[in-house]
Each structure stands twice: as structure tokens, then as C-alpha cells.
């Protein structure tokens, strides 16, 4: 499970931030879904794919949207977790490996940080495509060429994928699930590249995609 390749210090810092802090890439993603609120009509079913402990929840219940939300996650410690802070999320978090399952259809699809940290990008971002009916948000490392590496964290017991992928082969998922795209700077890092240790460099994007009517 993810937090296996992480460590006690990384879990201590995700709960402080769930419970004090609202985060940038949260809330350009809720402006976001507010600018295309009404195109998108009714009541949503909105997936988080790697919600972690509840960070987007926390965004999203503040904007009050007529959104039905729906956290995955692969660690059953993260949904415990976010359970624990939110207890409202009974019934609204679901332990799934995206890598392998694939979630019931929804109208809207966010993911964040993520992606990159699976083996490969698929099956993984055909299940989401293939299952959003409206909007999909991806923020993930982006640079010309696939990259793969893996990463040791300190204190960790396993190590992980720090993938970056290419913007022609997401979008040309996104074009072949009939979706319009768009690649948008992350507003976090400002999508300028980041050392982020043990050789890797990283630039972190942003991709709308559209479902065509
Ligand atoms: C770096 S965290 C990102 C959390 C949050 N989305 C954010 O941007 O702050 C990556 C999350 O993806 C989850 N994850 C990793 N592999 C997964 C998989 N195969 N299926 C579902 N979730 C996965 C991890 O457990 C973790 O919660």
C-alpha cells in the first residue's frame, strides 16, 4: 500500500494539512468546476481518484456546489483517516486500486498527484476516462518524453513511482474518449520544473478534458 513508501513524518504532515490548511491545487480546481458549473446541470456525481485523507472534500464542501462526492484511494489507512476527520464521508469513501478497478460512472473526475505515482498510466487513466460523462481534471508530471523512476523515501519501507508522462500520449487518451482537452500552468508550482532528489526533475501540469456532446 502507498504509505509503505512514505513515512510517519509525511503522514503527520497530510493529517495537519486535512486539518488546518486549504490547499492551491484544491481550490484552482474548484474554480474551475465553477466555471464550467453550468454547462454541466443537475446534481453531479463527483469522483476524487487518490483523495488521501479528504483534502479536496474539505475545498469542495466549503463552495457548497449541488455535487454528490466520492473519494478512492488504495490505503485503507488514508480512508480511515479521512473518516476520522470527516466523519460526513461515511458511505462516500471507497478503497479501490484504480490500477485494477474501475469505478462506477460519474459526471465529473478529479485527480491530483497521483497518477504518477502508479507503475504505468494504464489501464489506469482509460478506467477514469472511460467512466467520467463530463469533466476530468488531471494534475500529474508532464514533460515532452515518458520518464520512468523510482524513488526511496528516508525511513520508508518501499520505494515508489515518480513517473512524468508525455502530453502526446494523455492527450491522445483523452482525444480517443472524445474528450476536448486543454493543458492548463498548475498554479501551486507555477509548472516551473523542481528538483525533487535522486536525480529527478519533475514539472507538474494541469489537463481539462472536455466530453464532446
Ligand atoms: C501523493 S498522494 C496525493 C493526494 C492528493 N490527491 C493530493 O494531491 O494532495 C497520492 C494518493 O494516491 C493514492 N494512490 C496511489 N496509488 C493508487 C492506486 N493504484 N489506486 C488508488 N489510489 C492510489 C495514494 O494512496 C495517495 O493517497
Redesign the pocket.
Known sequence: ???ASQNEQYFDE?VRRANDEY?V?VEQFLDIIEEHYDGLGGTQRLD?????VG??WKGLKQRQFDIEYYG????SR?INTALEIFPELRDHLIQ?????EIPDDSQITV????LE??PFLYP?LDHILKTTEKLVLI?TFLGEHTSKSIFMKKEASSPYYINQYSFGEILESFELHDFETKVLRDVYTDSMPKYLGQGIVRTQYLVIGNKKS
Open positions: 500500500m502507498f504509505q497530510i490547499l491545487w476524487d481518484i487518490g483523495c488521501c483534502q479536496f478512492i484511494d488504495v490505503e488514508y479501490m486500486d484504480i490500477t485494477r485527480v491530483s498527484a497521483t505515482h502508479l489506469a494534475r
